[in-house]
Nanobody, 122 residues
């Protein structure tokens, strides 16, 4: 079972920056992607960024050009550098891992962190 723990959340002024970290308990051989999602107060959780081993990073339109996702496999950690933060970026940010198990009994597996709060003051 993969466990994910986010850190780096907090409160900042509009225009400021924060860097989130998500450490996985296991360097899974079946890992396909690491992702960040976020959930603003009163809204549904939305996809924010994705990084894989076989393509470029992808970002939601709302954060493209401001956020940057990266990873350090030696530390089993994925990061989200958040620049030019806006009040609408406020919410809980969740780390997500998608694994694809191959062979008998294989298939997709999904893991979630507990989330970390980001508050951007206007």
């Amino acid at each position: 079972q993969v466990q994910l723990v986010e850190s780096g959340g907090g409160s900042v002024q509009a225009g400021g920056s924060l860097k989130l970290s998500c450490r996985a308990s296991t360097n899974s051989l079946s890992r396909y992607s690491m992702n960040w999602y976020r959930q603003a107060p009163g809204k549904k959780r939305e996809w924010t960024a994705t990084i894989t081993n076989d393509g470029p990073a992808k970002y939601a339109d709302a954060v493209k050009g401001r956020f940057h996702i990266s990873r350090d496999d030696s530390k089993n950690t994925v990061y989200l550098q958040m620049n030019g933060l806006k009040p609408e970026d406020t919410g809980v940010y969740y780390c997500n891992e998608m694994d694809l198990e191959r062979g008998l009994g294989g298939g997709w597996r999904e893991y979630w962190g507990q989330g970390t709060q980001i508050t951007v003051a206007s």
